[in-house]
């Protein structure tokens, strides 16, 4: 397959999709020690047929973006909570863990070697960066494997819904993840288990579904990969507390900057039958799109529309305007979660 070029690229109308860019990044681990990373030109992967990854499913990854800030300078934001997380993960799936400051490192390499890949500032654009690490050991019968390859590809991508606006979502009956199960872990069966209740969702015309907690199905939980926010009435930032959900990065630093604003955050148990009509806005909180808003929620056959279907309420566009900010360097980074690349 043919390598992407910058000439072939529309910055003003990315979407979320794979271009083949020139660089990757990769290392081994066998013989008990990983065996020292480099940049590769080559996006495939040779696997032996019986690779622990594609009948065990050891596999977890990390998700985040560089970002072309107005001065020309390139942003990681907090990359080494994603070297941390990526470690926790692989510790659920007794997977061997990357090193988190090699992690950072390895990150930097490959935006800088892929540096014409990262759209112009005020694109809305930016270049995402997917590191994963997989077993790889031929095995038939179950038990961890002993030998992995930690990969980093990268993709420029357009902002992943046009501007800030709010969508309909619904509550799904399925479950991503089991109470106790991995639902904590950034790993591919809990999107794998939410594929099909994602499109049924996607299908009947929603942009999501909500899981609930696995156990009782009474307390929200997240989406298939973003966590929930709510604003209530009285303005408090209100999120779920659960042991089945991914603690995402958003989330942690929207509580820091919901504080800042005097919204009184807090994470605790949202029981859905009875809270959802104090809230007067919400919304779904990822890297991708670090805020989706949810315009309404359609729960047991009735649609609980938030702050508007059309509009974005104001405590939203807020957290937004100021997350956004500081990742593109436009907003003084206050709590010191931006690193610099170049
Ligand atoms: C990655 C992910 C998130 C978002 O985490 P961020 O660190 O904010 O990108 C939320 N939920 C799930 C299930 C995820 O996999």
Redesign the pocket.
């Known amino acids: 397959m043919a390598k992407e070029t910058v000439a072939n690229l529309d910055w003003n109308h990315l979407g979320f999709e794979y271009h083949d860019l020139p660089y990757s990044f990769n290392e081994e681990f066998k013989d008990g020690q990983w065996q020292g990373g480099t940049l590769t030109e080559s996006s495939t992967l040779t696997l032996s047929e019986a690779a622990e990854v594609l009948h065990y499913g050891q596999e977890v990854f ?3 973006k560089a970002y072309r800030t107005k001065d020309g300078h390139i942003n990681l934001f907090r990359p080494e ?2 070297a941390k ?1 990526l470690a926790n993960s692989a510790k659920r799936m007794l997977m061997e863990p990357y090193p988190e400051d090699k992690f950072v490192e390895a990150v930097k390499q490959v935006v800088l070697a892929n540096e014409e890949f990262v759209p112009p500032y005020g694109t809305g654009g930016s270049l995402y960066i997917r590191p994963f690490l997989i077993g790889t050991q031929p095995i038939v019968g179950v038990a961890p494997a002993d030998t992995y390859t930690f990969h980093i590809y990268a993709t420029p991508v357009g902002a992943y819904i046009n501007g800030l606006a709010p969508s309909p979502y619904t509550v799904s009956n399925y479950d ?2 089991a109470g106790a199960g991995t ?1 904590q872990a ?1 790993t591919s069966g ?2 794998a288990s ?1 594929l099909l209740p994602e499109i049924e969702a996607k299908k009947a015309g929603f942009a999501d579904c909500l899981y609930l907690d696995p156990r009782e199905h009474k307390y929200i939980d ?6 929930f926010f709510g604003i209530t009435k009285d303005g408090q930032f209100v999120t779920p507390k659960s042991d089945s ?9 929207l509580l820091v900057l919901a504080d800042d604003l005097g919204l009184n955050p807090v994470e605790r148990k949202i029981e859905i039958d009875k809270e959802l009509d104090d809230f007067a806005e919400a919304g779904a ?4 799109a670090v805020i989706s808003p949810v315009g309404s929620l359609t729960y047991k056959g009735q649609k609980h529309v938030f702050y508007s279907e059309k509009e974005v309420g104001p405590v939203t566009t807020k957290l937004y305007n100021i997350l956004y900010g500081i990742q593109e360097g436009d907003l003084e980074d206050t709590h010191g979660w931006i690193t610099h690349v170049k």
């Not at 909180?285 to 991708?288: E, K, R």
Request: net charge positive; no cysteine.
């Open positions: 990390e998700g985040l909570e994603n997380r991503r993840a639902g950034k809990n999107y939410s997240e989406f298939s990969g973003a966590n959900i991914l603690p995402s990065i958003t989330k942690k630093s909180m990822g890297t991708a």
